[in-house]
Protein backbone atom coordinates (compact mmCIF):
# COMPACT_ATOMS: atom_id res chain seq x y z
CA UNK A 1 0.00 0.00 0.00
CA UNK A 2 0.93 3.94 0.49
CA UNK A 3 2.98 4.97 3.34
CA UNK A 4 4.90 8.10 3.78
CA UNK A 5 8.08 8.24 6.10
CA UNK A 6 9.99 11.01 7.53
CA UNK A 7 12.11 11.46 9.94
CA UNK A 8 11.29 11.88 13.46
CA UNK A 9 11.53 15.02 15.58
CA UNK A 10 12.29 17.39 17.38
CA UNK A 11 14.83 18.57 14.83
CA UNK A 12 16.59 21.82 16.79
CA UNK A 13 18.68 23.69 15.03
CA UNK A 14 20.29 27.74 15.24
CA UNK A 15 18.76 30.30 13.69
CA UNK A 16 20.44 30.64 9.74
CA UNK A 17 21.29 26.88 9.89
CA UNK A 18 20.70 24.80 7.09
CA UNK A 19 17.62 22.59 7.23
CA UNK A 20 16.79 18.95 5.79
CA UNK A 21 13.87 17.03 6.49
CA UNK A 22 13.72 13.77 5.05
CA UNK A 23 10.49 12.14 3.33
CA UNK A 24 10.60 8.58 1.84
CA UNK A 25 7.31 7.12 0.14
CA UNK A 26 6.04 3.96 -1.00
CA UNK A 27 3.73 4.21 -3.97
CA UNK A 28 2.39 2.52 -6.81
CA UNK A 29 2.03 4.74 -10.27
CA UNK A 30 3.31 8.07 -9.94
CA UNK A 31 1.74 10.07 -6.77
CA UNK A 32 1.72 13.80 -6.53
CA UNK A 33 4.03 14.42 -3.32
CA UNK A 34 3.15 17.92 -0.75
CA UNK A 35 4.45 19.21 2.41
CA UNK A 36 2.20 20.62 4.97
CA UNK A 37 3.63 22.75 7.66
CA UNK A 38 1.87 23.03 11.02
CA UNK A 39 1.84 26.14 13.75
CA UNK A 40 0.85 26.00 17.28
CA UNK A 41 -2.99 25.82 17.72
CA UNK A 42 -3.40 26.04 14.34
CA UNK A 43 -4.41 23.37 10.98
CA UNK A 44 -1.80 22.56 8.35
CA UNK A 45 -1.39 24.86 5.55
CA UNK A 46 0.03 23.55 2.05
CA UNK A 47 3.87 24.75 1.94
CA UNK A 48 4.74 22.87 -1.56
CA UNK A 49 4.02 20.53 -4.12
CA UNK A 50 5.29 18.60 -6.58
CA UNK A 51 3.22 16.43 -9.31
CA UNK A 52 5.73 14.71 -10.85
CA UNK A 53 9.24 13.26 -11.36
CA UNK A 54 12.09 15.71 -10.87
CA UNK A 55 9.67 18.57 -10.39
CA UNK A 56 10.89 21.09 -7.53
CA UNK A 57 8.22 22.44 -4.95
CA UNK A 58 9.14 25.61 -3.43
CA UNK A 59 7.90 28.50 -1.39
CA UNK A 60 9.33 31.07 1.73
CA UNK A 61 12.48 29.48 0.96
CA UNK A 62 11.65 26.59 1.16
CA UNK A 63 12.72 23.49 -1.57
CA UNK A 64 11.68 20.09 -2.26
CA UNK A 65 12.57 18.19 -5.37
CA UNK A 66 10.53 14.88 -6.36
CA UNK A 67 12.91 12.40 -6.73
CA UNK A 68 11.47 8.85 -8.30
CA UNK A 69 14.77 7.05 -8.46
CA UNK A 70 14.79 7.13 -4.80
CA UNK A 71 11.45 8.01 -3.96
CA UNK A 72 12.19 10.69 -2.03
CA UNK A 73 11.14 14.50 -1.60
CA UNK A 74 13.09 16.06 1.04
CA UNK A 75 12.73 19.27 2.18
CA UNK A 76 15.28 22.20 2.54
CA UNK A 77 15.57 25.47 3.36
CA UNK A 78 18.81 27.28 3.33
CA UNK A 79 18.62 29.53 6.24
CA UNK A 80 15.75 28.63 9.06
CA UNK A 81 14.14 31.48 11.34
CA UNK A 82 13.07 31.45 14.82
CA UNK A 83 9.44 31.74 12.88
CA UNK A 84 10.31 28.46 10.73
CA UNK A 85 9.87 26.94 14.51
CA UNK A 86 6.48 24.35 13.78
CA UNK A 87 5.59 20.79 12.56
CA UNK A 88 6.07 19.65 9.07
CA UNK A 89 4.15 16.43 7.45
CA UNK A 90 5.18 14.91 4.27
CA UNK A 91 1.99 13.42 2.30
CA UNK A 92 1.20 12.10 -0.67
CA UNK A 93 -2.20 11.75 -3.06
CA UNK A 94 -2.02 8.70 -5.28
CA UNK A 95 -4.72 7.73 -7.83
CA UNK A 96 -7.35 6.89 -4.88
CA UNK A 97 -7.00 10.40 -4.21
CA UNK A 98 -6.60 9.63 -0.29
CA UNK A 99 -4.13 11.49 1.24
CA UNK A 100 -1.24 9.82 3.06
CA UNK A 101 0.58 11.53 5.99
CA UNK A 102 3.70 11.23 7.09
CA UNK A 103 3.72 11.28 11.45
CA UNK A 104 5.36 14.77 10.89
CA UNK A 105 8.69 16.38 12.39
CA UNK A 106 8.62 18.95 14.89
CA UNK A 107 11.40 21.77 14.15
CA UNK A 108 12.72 24.13 16.62
CA UNK A 109 14.69 26.90 15.76
CA UNK A 110 16.75 28.74 18.44
CA UNK A 111 17.86 32.35 18.07
CA UNK B 1 -12.07 35.26 2.53
CA UNK B 2 -13.25 33.17 5.51
CA UNK B 3 -11.24 30.39 6.13
CA UNK B 4 -12.18 26.84 7.07
CA UNK B 5 -14.42 27.13 10.68
CA UNK B 6 -14.60 24.32 12.59
CA UNK B 7 -17.29 23.99 15.42
CA UNK B 8 -16.48 23.78 18.53
CA UNK B 9 -13.08 24.48 19.20
CA UNK B 10 -12.86 22.15 22.19
CA UNK B 11 -15.11 19.38 23.92
CA UNK B 12 -15.15 17.34 26.49
CA UNK B 13 -17.05 13.94 26.38
CA UNK B 14 -17.63 10.77 28.83
CA UNK B 15 -16.92 7.41 27.26
CA UNK B 16 -20.30 5.78 25.81
CA UNK B 17 -21.83 9.06 24.36
CA UNK B 18 -21.83 10.74 20.79
CA UNK B 19 -20.45 13.50 19.52
CA UNK B 20 -20.98 16.04 16.45
CA UNK B 21 -18.16 18.10 15.45
CA UNK B 22 -18.99 20.59 12.32
CA UNK B 23 -16.97 21.96 9.39
CA UNK B 24 -17.99 25.36 7.35
CA UNK B 25 -15.62 24.97 4.08
CA UNK B 26 -14.51 27.97 2.11
CA UNK B 27 -17.26 29.42 0.40
CA UNK B 28 -17.50 27.72 -3.51
CA UNK B 29 -15.78 24.87 -2.16
CA UNK B 30 -17.19 21.74 -2.61
CA UNK B 31 -15.11 19.18 -1.31
CA UNK B 32 -14.63 18.45 2.36
CA UNK B 33 -12.56 15.60 3.92
CA UNK B 34 -12.35 14.90 7.74
CA UNK B 35 -8.82 13.96 9.12
CA UNK B 36 -8.23 12.50 12.97
CA UNK B 37 -4.60 13.85 14.61
CA UNK B 38 -3.10 11.60 17.70
CA UNK B 39 0.16 11.28 19.01
CA UNK B 40 0.66 8.26 18.26
CA UNK B 41 -0.62 7.28 15.08
CA UNK B 42 -0.21 11.03 13.32
CA UNK B 43 -2.80 12.31 10.69
CA UNK B 44 -5.04 9.64 9.75
CA UNK B 45 -7.95 10.16 6.71
CA UNK B 46 -11.55 9.80 7.67
CA UNK B 47 -13.45 10.29 4.75
CA UNK B 48 -14.36 13.21 2.44
CA UNK B 49 -17.77 14.04 0.90
CA UNK B 50 -18.22 16.03 -2.22
CA UNK B 51 -21.62 17.08 -3.27
CA UNK B 52 -23.35 15.41 -0.16
CA UNK B 53 -22.06 11.80 -1.45
CA UNK B 54 -19.22 10.39 0.78
CA UNK B 55 -16.39 9.64 -2.12
CA UNK B 56 -13.58 8.04 -0.11
CA UNK B 57 -13.21 6.77 3.15
CA UNK B 58 -10.89 5.68 5.81
CA UNK B 59 -10.06 2.33 7.85
CA UNK B 60 -11.78 3.80 10.61
CA UNK B 61 -14.82 1.89 12.20
CA UNK B 62 -18.71 2.59 11.58
CA UNK B 63 -18.84 4.61 15.15
CA UNK B 64 -17.31 7.30 12.63
CA UNK B 65 -20.06 8.78 10.54
CA UNK B 66 -20.31 12.25 8.38
CA UNK B 67 -22.71 14.28 5.86
CA UNK B 68 -22.53 16.55 3.61
CA UNK B 69 -25.28 19.36 2.94
CA UNK B 70 -26.32 21.15 0.11
CA UNK B 71 -24.36 24.17 1.19
CA UNK B 72 -21.10 21.85 1.72
CA UNK B 73 -21.21 22.12 5.31
CA UNK B 74 -20.36 18.92 6.82
CA UNK B 75 -20.78 17.45 10.08
CA UNK B 76 -18.75 14.12 11.55
CA UNK B 77 -20.52 12.30 14.38
CA UNK B 78 -18.28 9.60 16.39
CA UNK B 79 -21.17 6.77 18.87
CA UNK B 80 -20.15 5.04 21.55
CA UNK B 81 -17.28 7.12 22.17
CA UNK B 82 -14.39 5.33 23.75
CA UNK B 83 -11.13 7.25 25.45
CA UNK B 84 -8.89 6.29 22.37
CA UNK B 85 -11.16 8.51 20.21
CA UNK B 86 -9.88 11.44 22.06
CA UNK B 87 -7.67 13.51 19.40
CA UNK B 88 -7.99 16.81 17.18
CA UNK B 89 -10.42 16.70 14.12
CA UNK B 90 -9.36 18.01 11.06
CA UNK B 91 -11.53 19.32 8.59
CA UNK B 92 -9.90 20.65 5.32
CA UNK B 93 -12.13 22.17 1.90
CA UNK B 94 -11.16 21.40 -1.35
CA UNK B 95 -13.23 23.49 -5.01
CA UNK B 96 -13.65 19.82 -6.09
CA UNK B 97 -12.31 15.86 -5.20
CA UNK B 98 -8.92 15.19 -5.90
CA UNK B 99 -7.91 18.82 -5.70
CA UNK B 100 -4.72 19.30 -4.10
CA UNK B 101 -5.62 22.60 -3.03
CA UNK B 102 -6.85 21.58 0.61
CA UNK B 103 -7.70 24.32 3.04
CA UNK B 104 -7.53 22.99 6.87
CA UNK B 105 -9.48 24.39 9.82
CA UNK B 106 -7.90 24.41 12.83
CA UNK B 107 -9.74 21.80 14.47
CA UNK B 108 -11.61 20.53 17.25
CA UNK B 109 -10.09 19.35 20.35
CA UNK B 110 -12.33 16.20 21.64
CA UNK B 111 -11.22 14.62 24.64
CA UNK B 112 -13.20 11.54 25.76
CA UNK B 113 -12.87 11.04 29.74
Known amino acids: GNSVTQMEGPVTLSEEAFLTINCTYT??????LFWYVQYPGEGLQLLLKATKADDKGSNKGFEATYRKETTSFHLEKGSVQVSDSAVYFC??????????FGKGTRLHILP | KAGVTQTPRYLIKTRGQQVTLSCSPI?????VSWYQQTPGQGLQFLFEYFSETQRNKGNFPGRFSGRQFSNSRSEMNVSTLELGDSALYLC????????????FGSGTRLTVV
Open chain 2, 92 to 103: ASSFRTGDYGYT
Open chain 2, 27 to 31: SGHRS
Open chain 1, 91 to 100: ALINRDDKII
Open chain 1, 27 to 32: ATGYPS
